[in-house]
T-cell receptor
């Protein structure tokens, strides 16, 4: 059982390039999330999806887009990367959005934009 | 605005007890979570509180007071492997998690 996987593990990207971070879970969880984690700051929600076919904006959505075509996959796209998007990106999933549903995290993608 | 406050760093001795505090101001409250995150790794779930009181789970306990906007995580019989960051998160009225910046716990022999 893989749980939740992310790819790539790390990436160095030139500013202005387009980049898609991949996230796949095999737990049949309904809800999925993308966070960024920066030194000295808490995890910040970028986008979320409460169920396949729906998405919503989090706290810091600008410059990012997501899609949720099926239950398992939740890719995050940076249309035109900027240096301020240098961060560690975590994908997470949970059985549902409320109650005591904990979020399970992928291993993260370390992205550097130069 | 929404705010979660935790101490930035704490130091404790192996075998001792440490309490990590978290205070919050959020738009609505639908539960509070504690996660552990080792350096370079993903956060992992520790505990969940939605009602006032203490939840005990082995060496770890978590307390909540909703009226005070306050929680703490208590770690007993500290082990070197407990050296990590501990993240407090509150589920708000939109059912999204608002995260504190985390408390880095350093365990000394």
């Amino acid at each position: 059982i893989a749980g939740i996987t992310q790819a790539p593990t790390s990436q160095i990207l030139a500013a202005g390039r387009r980049m898609t971070l991949r996230c796949t879970q095999d737990m049949r969880h309904n809800a999925m999330y993308w966070y960024r984690q920066d030194l000295g700051l808490g995890l910040r929600l970028i986008h979320y999806s409460n169920t396949a076919g729906t998405t919503g904006k989090g706290e810091v959505p600008d410059g990012y887009s997501v899609s949720r075509a099926n239950t398992d996959d939740f890719p995050l796209t940076l249309a035109s990367a900027v240096p301020s998007q240098t961060s560690v990106y975590f994908c997470a999933s949970s059985p549902g959005a409320g109650g005591n549903n904990e979020q399970f995290f992928g291993p993260g993608t370390r992205l550097t934009v130069l | 605005g929404q705010n979660i406050d935790q101490p930035t760093e704490m130091t404790a001795t192996e075998g001792a007890i440490v309490q990590i505090n978290c205070t919050y101001q959020t738009s609505g409250f639908n539960g509070l979570f504690w996660y552990q995150q080792h350096a370079g790794e993903a956060p992992t779930f520790l505990s969940y509180n939605v009602l006032d009181g203490l939840e005990e789970k082995g060496r770890f306990s978590s307390f909540l007071s909703r009226s005070k906007g306050y929680s703490y995580l208590l770690l007993k019989e500290l082990q070197m492997k407990d050296s990590a960051s501990y993240l407090c998160a509150v589920r708000d009225s939109n059912y999204q998690l608002i995260w504190g910046a985390g408390t880095k716990l350093i365990i000394k022999p």
